[in-house]
């Protein structure tokens, strides 16, 4: 039940980082439309479609780390044995709940600035923008927490050699 919940709020994700790389695509494709044809242009694209990116930067990294999707140097990590690799794990994913930590406090103590400055066209305030860095610093870091726990467990080793027919199926999902 769980899992399923955190599949699907994940799927959510995926959708929310669809609509907001098309919403920042129609932004910016009727923008320059405008302003080649027309001569005009629309201030608040502008400003939006850069808020989109930065929405979608931090959306992303929550993602792809559930995906085991960034880029990381794992060739010690990799042709290490079972034991030293679920210690190097654990450091990893420690040191990943350390700066998740640096950016959340840094992002926490920002906020208070951030949210009486307003955006010069939309006038929104500054929190919906770089207040993402709170949930997504949240987000990426209780993914790291439940592989510390899973390296030391034993039950997280995303470079272990599948054995049978379900691991491999399983790791396809």
Request: proline share 3%; hydrophobic share 55%; with cysteine.
């Amino acid at each position: 039940m769980i899992d399923r919940s955190i599949n699907v709020f994940f799927k959510l994700l995926e959708v929310l980082l669809v609509l907001l790389l098309a919403g920042m695509t129609v932004m910016v494709f009727a923008n320059v439309v405008l302003r080649y044809v027309f001569s005009s242009g629309l201030d608040v694209s502008e400003e939006l479609s850069r808020f989109f990116f930065v929405w979608l930067i931090f959306i992303g990294g929550v993602v792809a780390m559930r995906n085991h999707a960034h880029m990381g140097f794992d060739l010690l990590v990799s042709a290490s044995g079972p034991a030293v690799r679920r210690v190097l794990l654990f450091i990893a994913n420690g040191l990943i709940v350390f700066v998740c930590w640096l950016l959340l406090d840094g992002a926490w103590q920002q906020s208070g600035v951030t949210a009486t400055d307003r955006s010069p066209v939309t006038g929104l305030s500054m929190i919906f923008v770089f207040g993402i860095v709170i949930p997504s610093a949240i987000g990426i870091g209780i993914i790291a927490i439940h592989r510390m726990i899973g390296a030391v467990r034993g039950t997280y080793d995303p470079y272990a050699v599948p054995q049978t027919t379900e691991e491999l199926v399983e790791r396809a999902l």
